[in-house]
């Protein structure tokens, strides 16, 4: 197994970008595809976006699409969020998560099916 790490968030104001890091602690994440999410205090957390094992296929929250982008470098171990044209509505705590199968071409995975989880970083978008 291996850890996950976010970084990179911070404040950000509305309509500006920001890219966010995910960093795994060994090159075995290299086998899994990448989800990440956000969550808002009271909120259930939402899928964003995941990208997949050699970077063959992403998909997108459409809340997201055209937006934010996803991409990994596994000769880094790492994958990133890329998010530009922000809104205070993308305000939360960020998170990467490993999953071994691909889910869907079309939609996102459910949260319960990430089997390791990054600690979060957190993102706000204000004036």
């Known amino acids: 197994q291996f850890q996950l790490v976010e970084s990179g968030g911070g404040l950000v104001q509305p309509g500006g970008s920001l890219t966010i890091s995910c960093t795994a602690s060994?090159?075995?994440?290299?086998?899994?595809?990448i989800g990440w999410f956000r969550q808002v205090p009271g909120n259930e957390r939402e899928g964003v976006g995941t990208?997949?094992?050699?970077?063959?296929?992403?998909v997108y929250a459409p809340s997201v699409k055209g937006r934010f982008t996803i991409t990994r470098n596994n000769t880094k171990n790492g994958a990133y969020l890329q998010m530009n044209n922000l809104t205070p509505e993308d305000t939360g705590v960020y998170f990467c998560?490993?999953?071994?199968?691909?889910?869907?071409?079309?939609?996102?995975?459910?949260?319960?099916?990430?089997?390791?989880w990054g600690q979060g970083t957190r993102v706000t978008v204000s004036s």
């Open positions: 998560a490993a999953f071994s199968n691909w889910f869907s071409d079309y939609v996102l995975p459910p949260s319960d099916l990430m089997e390791i």
């Open positions: 060994k090159k075995s994440v290299n086998r899994y595809n």
């Open positions: 990208i997949s094992t050699r970077s063959e296929s992403t």
